[in-house]
C-alpha cells in the first residue's frame, strides 16, 4: 500500500532526492515544510502537495491530516544538522516513522534520548547513510571481511569539495549548528570507513579550521589519515586547471579506490530498503557520530606524528577576517 510522507526541508540541496525517491516507491508527499519558498522542485514530483514556510501550520496541517484518516506514515528530514534532533522528535510524536539525513545527530548522547522517544512512541528512526549500499562499497566490504583478519590496512581519505563566501554566511559556516567540516562533509566517510574497517580506537586531529579538517585514527583494521576542506587552494593543481571543484580520494596500501560513480538512485535505493524494513537505524548511526564529535572538542596537535600530507599547506584566513 502507498505510504503518506512529509517533508522537512523541501529547499535544501538534498531534498529533490527524498522527493524522487518517494516518487519512485510510489508514495505520496502530503505536505512539505522549509522557511524558504523557492520550492519550485516540487512540481516536478509531488505538484499537489502542501506547503508551509511557517512549522506551526505545518504541524496543525499534518495534525488536521491525522485527525482526519490521512495518517503521516514517514517524516522525511533535510533540515540544516542542528535541527535534526528536534524534527525526528517531532515525527516520532506525530506516530510516524522518520528517515534524516546525516549527520542524524550532533552529540552522542542525542543518540541515546532518541531511542527513548522511540520507545515512548513505538516509531523507528532511520538514517541516510548511502555509502553503505554503493556497490563498489559493497565490494570492498566484502574484500576485506574475506581478507586476513589480522590484516591492518593503510588508507589515506582526502575530500576537498570548494566552497564559496556564502558558505561562512549560512548555517553550514557556524559550527554550532553544522557541527563543523568533519561533521559537515567529513560524517558519511567515516561512517563507511567504521563499517568496513571496525571501531575507531584512537583518534587525534591534527589542524581543524574554518576551512579544513585533517586527523588520524586507528580502527580495528585500518590506520586512516584523513583531510577535508571546502577551499578550493586545497585541490591539487591538476584539477584546478581542468576546472573542476571537487576532488575525492581513497587510497588503500597506496592504491586508488575509485567510487566516483554509481551514486545516481542511491537514495530510492535507501527508501526501498526502508520500507522493507532493513534500513539504518541510530545505533548504525553510533560510530560515526562519536568520532565527529569528539574532533570537535579534541585540541589540534599541529603537524605531529602521522599526519595527512595535505595538512602541510598553509593556512589560510577566515573571509571576513578583520586582521
Not at 115 to 120: A, D, H, P, Q, S
Not at 186 to 204: E, N, P, R, S
Request: net charge neutral; hydrophobic share 35%; proline share 4%.
Amino acid at each position: 500500500m502507498s505510504k503518506n510522507f512529509t517533508l522537512i526541508g523541501a529547499a535544501g540541496y538534498i531534498a529533490p532526492r527524498h522527493m524522487k525517491a518517494i516518487k519512485d516507491t510510489e508514495n505520496e508527499l502530503l505536505a512539505a515544510y522549509d522557511p524558504y519558498d523557492g520550492v519550485g522542485i516540487m512540481d516536478s514530483y509531488f505538484p499537489n502537495a502542501s506547503f508551509f514556510v511557517e512549522f506551526e501550520r505545518f504541524d496543525r496541517h499534518v495534525d488536521k491530516l491525522r485527525r482526519t484518516g490521512s495518517k503521516i506514515d514517514f517524516v522525511s528530514i533535510c533540515s540544516p544538522n542542528h535541527l535534526h534532533d528536534s524534527h525526528i522528535r517531532f515525527g516520532l510524536r506525530i506516530g510516524a516513522d522518520v528517515i534524516c539525513e546525516k549527520p542524524i545527530v550532533l552529540n552522542p548522547w542525542n543518540i541515546d534520548a532518541l531511542k527513548e522517544v522511540e520507545k515512548e512512541t513505538g516509531g523507528k528512526v532511520y538514517n541516510v547513510l548511502q555509502l553503505r549500499i554503493h556497490k563498489s562499497i559493497l565490494e570492498l566490504r566484502e574484500k576485506i571481511l574475506q581478507s586476513d583478519p589480522k590484516k591492518i590496512f593503510d588508507i589515506d581519505l582526502t575530500y576537498i569539495t570548494s566552497r564559496g563566501k556564502w558558505y561562512y554566511t549560512s548555517w553550514k559556516g557556524d559550527v554550532s549548528k553544522s557541527g563543523g567540516i568533519a561533521t559537515n562533509i567529513g560524517v558519511h566517510f567515516f561512517d563507511m570507513l567504521t563499517w568496513i574497517f571496525g571501531k575507531c580506537k584512537y583518534q587525534v586531529v591534527h589542524i581543524n579550521t574554518h576551512d579544513r579538517a585533517s586527523g588520524f585514527m586507528d580502527l580495528e583494521r585500518a590506520r586512516v589519515r584523513w583531510f577535508l576542506s571546502i577551499n578550493e587552494e586545497c585541490l591539487p593543481i591538476e584539477i584546478r586547471t581542468k576546472g573542476k571543484r571537487t576532488y575525492r580520494s581513497l587510497k588503500i596500501e597506496g592504491e586508488e579506490f575509485e567510487f566516483s560513480d554509481g551514486f545516481t538512485d542511491l537514495h530510492t535505493e535507501t527508501y526501498k530498503a526502508i520500507l522493507d524494513g532493513k534500513g539504518f537505524g541510530l545505533e548504525d548511526a553510533r560510530p560515526s557520530i562519536e568520532i565527529v564529535h569528539e574532533i570537535r572538542i579534541s585540541d589540534p596537535i599541529g603537524l605531529k606524528g602521522d599526519y595527512h600530507p595535505l595538512a602541510a599547506l598553509p593556512l589560510s584566513k577566515h573571509p571576513f577576517s578583520l586582521k
